[in-house]
């Protein structure tokens, strides 16, 4: 059973920046897709940002590009969301994501695995 334990959110003001981290565990991640998304009061969950285990493809959401980054380091299993340049409409429950068979990389429900979600909060 594939395990996913996001973390790093917390208070920030615009400007600033903030790592998530999402550790994951159960099985080997080959072929798998890892990505983040976010869910606002009131609004519907939304892709941020998605990267192949290998590596090899990344996605992100326009309304982040330049600002955040994706990676991942296999040595910790782990994925990582580097937010720079946080704006207070990034505030939101971040959560941490798997597809074992990606298709649709900026679809929540193409994701089978989630985290329990970080918060991430962003003051004007």
């Known amino acids: 059973q594939v395990q996913l334990v996001d973390s790093g959110g917390g208070l920030v003001q615009a400007g600033g920046s903030l790592r998530l981290s999402c550790v994951a565990s159960g099985r080997t991640f080959g072929n798998y897709a890892l990505g983040w998304f976010r869910q606002a009061p009131g609004k519907e969950r939304e892709f941020v940002a998605a990267i192949s285990w290998s590596g090899g493809m990344i996605y992100y959401a326009d309304s982040v590009k330049g600002r955040f980054t994706i990676s991942r380091d296999k040595t910790k299993n782990t994925v990582y969301l580097q937010m720079n340049s946080l704006k207070p409409e990034d505030t939101a429950v971040y959560y941490c994501?798997?597809?074992?068979?990606?298709?649709?990389?900026?679809?929540?429900?193409?994701?089978?695995?989630w985290g329990q979600g970080t918060q991430v909060t962003v003051s004007s």
């Open positions: 994501a798997a597809d074992p068979r990606p298709r649709n990389w900026v679809s929540s429900t193409a994701y089978d695995y």
